[in-house]
């Protein structure tokens, strides 16, 4: 049988780790991979190794290190939960990771508005530990991620990209695209 591998996408605040830890708890054997987490982790313990500047490798890799340690030696269900908007990445993460004749490759965008990602950052209790470089607050990580949306690689995903793909628009969305992954899963012959 296959192991699902579920890739979210989106901004900060659109419900992507909440969505990821309830199906989580739903899903049989499956490991969520937060990246926030790992930030986090390196901020608190290692912060003399975390670049100043440019892409956050050491963060990468660690995530790089659970991603391929959950796949040799373990079988659980992989679900990564990032911003994930470049296509690029994402074909990264598809192709190289995630390559189709291993895994079911399912997709759900988060297309929450802006100004609901606004209010629910204004309400946000999140730690502010996953932070380095210029960003001070989440209202500047939602101003960067619109920044970023100019730029040609930021796309919204297509359903070419995966085997599946879900799309949220609203919180009430959520629970909805979890039993229809959890129908792949027992579609699939795994027990949930």
Do not use: W
């Not at 399912?106 to 950052?121: M, Q, Y």
């Amino acid at each position: 049988m296959k192991r699902l591998v579920v890739i979210t996408v989106g901004k900060t605040h659109s419900g992507k780790t909440t969505f990821a830890r309830d199906l989580e708890k739903e899903l049989y054997h499956s490991i969520v991979m937060d990246q926030d987490s790992h930030a986090e982790f390196i901020n608190t313990y290692y912060k003399k190794l975390q670049p100043k500047d440019g892409p956050n490798t050491l963060k990468h890799a660690i995530s790089k290190l659970i991603v391929q340690y959950t796949i040799e030696h373990t079988n659980h269900h992989l679900i990564i939960c990032n911003s994930n908007r470049s296509r690029k990445g994402r074909s990264y993460l598809l192709e190289e990771l995630f390559p189709p004749r291993s895994f079911t490759r399912i997709l759900v965008h988060f297309d929450i508005p802006d100004n609901i990602l606004e209010e629910r950052i204004a309400l946000s209790r999140r730690s502010k530990d996953i932070f380095r470089g210029n960003y001070s607050s989440f209202m500047d990580v939602l101003d960067n991620q619109r920044e970023d949306s100019l730029k040609e690689d930021v796309i919204d995903p297509t359903k070419d990209e995966a085997d599946f793909l879900y799309v949220i628009k609203d919180s009430k969305d959520t629970q909805t695209v979890i039993q229809k992954i959890l129908h792949i899963a027992k579609s699939a012959g795994e027990y949930l």
